[in-house]
């Protein structure tokens, strides 16, 4: 049974830090290329992070690019985004995401809500 089981968010205040993880079953978690996709209020999907399965090659969104980092541990099969320098506007449910040849996964979301 494949399983995505983010890290539980929360309320952090603007400027503050946040970890969240990807805890990552049922499937060969080091072959797939990984993602953190998040959802603000009322708006749609907006890709946050990418991460290579083999060279570990990373990726980022504009809106996050030198405040978010993204790693994973593929002998703990888990997937990270160490979150920086928050913002209100950063305020969305995360999901990571897994990639492979003809299949993908997601989690079910976690609350990140930034605010004073």
């Known amino acids: 049974q494949v399983q995505l089981v983010e890290s539980r968010g929360g309320l952090v205040q603007p400027g503050g830090s946040l970890r969240l993880s990807c805890a990552a079953s049922?499937?060969?978690?080091?072959?797939?290329?990984m993602s953190w996709v998040r959802q603000g209020p009322g708006k749609g999907l907006e890709w946050v992070s990418s991460?290579?399965?083999?060279?570990?090659?990373?990726y980022y969104g504009d809106s996050v690019k030198g405040r978010f980092t993204i790693s994973r541990d593929n002998a703990k099969n888990t997937l990270y985004l160490q979150m920086n320098s928050l913002k209100p506007e950063d305020s969305a449910v995360y999901y990571c995401?897994?990639?492979?040849?003809?299949?993908?996964?997601w989690g079910q979301g976690t609350q990140v809500t930034v605010s004073s």
């Open positions: 049922g499937f060969m978690f080091s072959s797939y290329y």
């Open positions: 995401n897994a990639r492979g040849v003809g299949t993908e996964y």
């Open positions: 991460i290579n399965s083999d060279d570990y090659t990373t």
